[in-house]
């Protein structure tokens, strides 16, 4: 009894002497680098830059965003301008920063790289990383105020033609484990999730024309080993089809997206390798207000973006699949929450191929906190010259959605 | 009659060619705050034939196969919001003209008034321009629909199986241009669901129709998918439409079964979702068990209306006498009789189905199942072939009888990726490949199952193959379908769909028709009609 009392009270002392090394959150600059960026701003912010001074500001962007605003042409723009904007720290919300505290000083990695005790733990696992995996299960930990809804208006453009095809979906979308923010935290019990379904979304759509009350269903499981499952219901033809794994590189309703690229990337962290590359400070879009973009009918690229400096965590990300349809991937990470800022592909002959830009913003959540959640993106092919450009409305972070939304009945029960 | 193409047609065409309709729009609009959702589409479909025959063109005057212009209109209307009460109503409604018989005098020569009026238009039966109207309740774990319906119960394409609610009309198109759902008639009927909590994601589906009866709509005599209104060669047959095909169509008409409960059909489906682990592997079934008690959609002979099964026979108050009569009378060029009613029979049958589909990971595919016993499936009988001689579609009809029959099908669909075309002309670089098998078996003596089609099969079986993708992000689709059945005959279609914008759609295609004995199935004898196809539209 003594020695339980005495392994337990020592267990206890080391596990605060490692919360106490956990420093989270973490903002993009502090000190010295924090006076210096103020200082560049004294000069930049709220300057609109365009194809004419964009060479003044071309160390803070990356070179798919350079080429976008100096030669607008390529995506189908007479002019791509942005507005500088002060860099402002997050404000993460309670449940986020507990969970990480919590949960941080004990995260470790299995021998495969899997995150011990995932689906039983929550919050940013690493918050000090050192390797590229490790920001990778960080970017897994963002669970986007646990769940959401919102509609997206997109476009899908061919910026030669300035021929457009409208898109608009409404989307639900609930995390089902590393739940921060909404009760049951960090996860549902067994009862409520017997599959051990990791994340969920569902989706209606309302244009184009061909796809109206098309619905989909998605569920990525804890287990990173096991395929997510995918059906869509195709009003067309008022079936339910099951999609095969292997039709996750296939485009979604002719985007530049591909299944894999929702979010950034939604399939298991394990499918990847990734290198950590040092960190990039660039100009990002952290604070946009949405009703600030804006394009001309054939352009594939948002003007209006607001970008403010943020010091980035960048990830060289190849798929372990030798004949994946990216021959790399580099994700450009937040070091606030951890959510990807943008990415860039590369095809297999290492060409850059196409850029995922998001435009995020604070909105309010569960408890009268408030999340980061992306609210306009663009994914372009450079190869191309194509564009998919949307805007997102988000209309609730951090609600209750009954699961039983994630079934396959309702794909056409919701729908016509 | 005038040449004069459809105004509608015509106008439509001119519009659409030159893009003349609006290109700013959204894909469907809302009004009275969001309450009512309006989109529909306006679709021009031709059809012209490449390869008629000698024997045929004496019924027709050009090579055109079909011109059918065709509107919709979808209405969803939200009645009622509450968080626990839901109730929409949902229209979709059509209207639809066939200008062929317009333009072209021998074709309209070759069918019967009565055939044509009601092929020309939604004019089959008074509601056929409302293709589906309901009320759709949703009360906690109920949803209850009650109005005109169409219901989706299958797996797969190209073949039936278990989807047997709603009967097809296969008058204008085949399953290889347009899936079986763009043929479903809608039957007003009474349908319930109850979502489980069980085990599985049981959910509980029943249908009551309550004596909406239709038969199948096989394509009419003398139009481009039906039979030419008589034999092969220059015989001046008189009266010319009124072949066997259209007395047979105009019997079937005239014995429908009345609007009445004691037409019911009934229908019972469980839908689940079950996990299984298998070797460790997992695999989330979507599966279906189902039951169903109704009509065939073709009827029998009344067997006390069916006279002497001999050539003797001219009784036309008799099925087989008013046929021996008709034949004999177009050859002297008589009058044609009217046909009278109740010479046949719609009869009950039933059927237990079931089906199940899931990822296997080992394929990289999805595997598609489907099965049916079908139990006491009305049958006519005829002769054997030493008793007499003649093909299946003339033998004399000698009775009925019921046979049980059991249908499978197995789909795999798999994606075939090529990264280098995935990184040209905006190709998903995917091509969606579905490879099916269907087989079909009778059981019991099929020695005096008389069939116009199959005679004296006992089974057959199909094969068939989809490859589809896409080019230009979305906006060029080709796809190529083929149907093959082991009695060598069958079907190809290649098709590309161009989406360039939100609204306009157009689709050219060839479809190719093979068959070694043009009576071994419907599609078989339509061997002569390889054509090319245009389809034009726009939709909001």
């Known amino acids: ?416 | 009659m005038k040449k004069t193409i459809n105004v509608f047609s015509a106008t439509f065409l001119v519009l659409a060619v030159t893009g003349i309709f609006v290109s700013d729009g959204q894909a469907a609009f809302h009004l009275f705050d969001e309450k009512l959702r309006v989109k529909g589409s306006v679709y021009e479909f031709m059809i012209y034939r490449t390869n008629i025959k000698d024997d045929e063109k004496q019924y027709r005057d050009s090579d055109l196969g079909l011109m059918r212009a065709k509107g919709t209109l979808e209405l969803l209307y939200k009645a009622v919001e509450k968080e626990n009460l839901q109730v929409n109503v949902f229209g979709f409604f059509q209207w639809w003209r066939e200008s062929v018989p317009d333009v072209d005098d021998e074709y309209h020569r070759s069918m019967t008034n009565s055939n044509r009026k009601r092929f020309q238009g939604p004019y089959y039966d008074q509601d056929d321009w409302i293709n589906e109207l309901y009320v759709d309740l949703y009360a906690g774990k109920w949803n209850i629909r009650l109005g005109k319906q169409i219901v989706f119960w299958s797996e797969v394409e190209m073949v039936r199986t278990i989807d047997r609610i709603n009967p097809l009309d296969l008058r204008y198109t085949t399953p290889g241009i347009d899936p079986f759902d763009e043929m479903k008639l809608g039957l007003w009927m009474m349908r319930g669901f109850y979502n489980s909590d069980l085990p599985g994601q049981l959910v509980f589906e029943w249908i009551w129709v309550p004596g909406d009866y239709e038969g199948v709509r096989t394509p009419r005599e003398g139009s481009n998918w039906g039979a030419n209104p008589g034999p092969e060669g220059k015989a001046e047959l008189r009266p010319r439409p009124f072949g066997q095909g259209a007395a047979v169509n105009e019997m079937w008409r005239k014995s429908q079964p009345a609007f009445s409960i004691r037409n019911s059909t009934f229908a019972f489906r469980v839908r689940g979702n079950s996990e299984v682990s298998i070797f460790g592997e997992f695999y989330l079934l979507d599966w279906t068990v189902s039951y169903y008690h109704g009509m065939n959609n073709t009827p029998v002979a009344n067997r006390g209306k069916l006279g002497e099964p001999n050539i003797l026979n001219m009784d036309p108050s008799t099925t087989n006498g008013y046929l021996n009569n008709l034949a004999i009378r177009r050859l002297l060029g008589a009058d044609f009789l009217e046909v009278p009613r109740g010479l046949w029979e719609y009869k009950f049958f039933d059927a237990v189905g079931a089906s199940c589909q899931t990822y296997v990971p080992k394929l990289g595919a999805v595997v598609r199942g489907e099965f049916s016993y079908e139990i006491g499936l009305p049958e006519l009988k005829a002769y054997t072939d030493d008793v007499e001689a003649s093909p299946s579609y003339m033998k004399q009809i000698i009775g009925t009888t019921e046979r049980d029959v059991i249908n499978a099908g197995v789909t795999v669909d798999k994606p075939l990726k090529s990264n280098w075309l995935s990184q040209r002309w905006g190709a998903s670089g995917v091509f969606d490949c579905t490879l099916g098998w269907f087989g079909q078996w009778r059981l019991g003596d099929v020695s005096r199952i008389r069939r116009t089609f199959a005679y004296q099969d006992r089974s057959q079986t199909n094969f068939t193959l989809t490859v589809r993708t896409r080019f230009r992000n979305n906006e060029v689709w080709p796809t190529f379908r083929m149907l093959y059945n082991t009695r060598n005959w069958g079907y190809g279609v290649f098709a590309v769909r161009y989406t360039p914008g939100k609204h306009l759609r157009y689709e050219l295609g060839y479809l190719w028709f093979f068959a070694n004995n043009p009576y071994a199935f419907r599609e078989a004898n339509a061997e002569d009609n390889d054509s090319v196809y245009f389809r034009i539209g726009y939709e909001f």
């Open chain 1, 1 to 416: 009894m003594k020695k339980t009392i005495m392994f337990a009270l020592s267990f206890l002392f080391a596990a605060q002497c490692f919360a106490e090394e956990i420093s989270f959150p973490t903002v993009s600059y502090e000190g010295e680098e924090l006076a210096a960026v103020k200082l560049w701003e004294k000069s930049w912010s709220g300057k609109k830059i365009t194809a004419e001074n964009v060479d003044q500001v071309k160390d803070f962007l990356h070179e798919g965003a350079y080429n976008a605003v100096k030669n607008p042409e390529i995506f189908g723009a007479d002019a791509i301008w942005f507005e500088v904007v002060p860099y402002r720290p997050y404000t993460l919300s309670k449940g986020i920063i507990e969970a990480t505290k919590k949960y941080a000083p004990n995260s470790k990695l299995d021998e495969k790289g899997g995150l011990v005790g995932y689906g039983d733990v929550a919050g940013i696992p690493f918050p000090q990383p050192k390797t590229g995996i490790e920001m990778a299960w960080n970017f897994d930990g963002n669970t986007r105020g646990d769940s959401h809804t919102e509609v997206q208006f997109g476009a899908v453009v061919d910026c030669k033609t300035r021929f457009e095809r409208e898109t608009e979906q409404h989307r639900w979308e609930l995390y089902w484990i590393g739940r921060c923010d909404v009760p049951p935290t960090p996860a549902f019990s067994k009862e409520v999730n017997p599959r051990g379904i990791a994340r969920s979304f569902f989706q209606r759509h309302a244009a184009p024309a061909d796809f109206v009350d098309t619905t989909m269903l998605e569920i990525k499981y804890k287990d990173p080993h096991r395929m997510e499952d995918l059906w869509v219901y195709t009003a067309m033809f008022r079936r339910i089809r099951r999609y095969a794994n292997n039709q996750r590189t296939d485009s979604i309703d002719g985007t530049d997206m591909i299944y894999d690229d929702q979010d950034g990337w939604y399939t298991s962290v394990l499918h990847n390798t990734y290198e950590f590359k040092g960190r990039e400070d660039l100009l990002v879009v952290r604070h946009q207000d949405a009703a600030k973009v804006e394009r001309i009918k054939g352009q594939g690229y948002w003007s209006g973006l607001q970008r403010e400096r943020a010091n980035l965590w960048v990830v060289e990300v190849k798929n372990n699949d030798k004949n994946y349809i990216y021959g790399k991937q580099i994700w450009y990470l937040d070091p606030e929450d951890w959510h990807m800022d943008f990415k860039v592909m590369y095809n297999r002959q290492g060409q850059m191929w196409k850029m995922y830009e998001f435009g995020f913003d604070e909105f309010p959540s569960y408890g009268g906190q408030t999340t980061p959640i992306f609210n306009t993106e663009h994914i372009v092919d450079f190869l191309r010259n194509h564009g998919s450009a949307s805007k997102r409305g988000i209309k609730e972070v951090g609600l209750e959605i009954p699961t039983t939304l994630f079934r396959t009945k309702s794909l056409k029960q919701k729908s016509y």
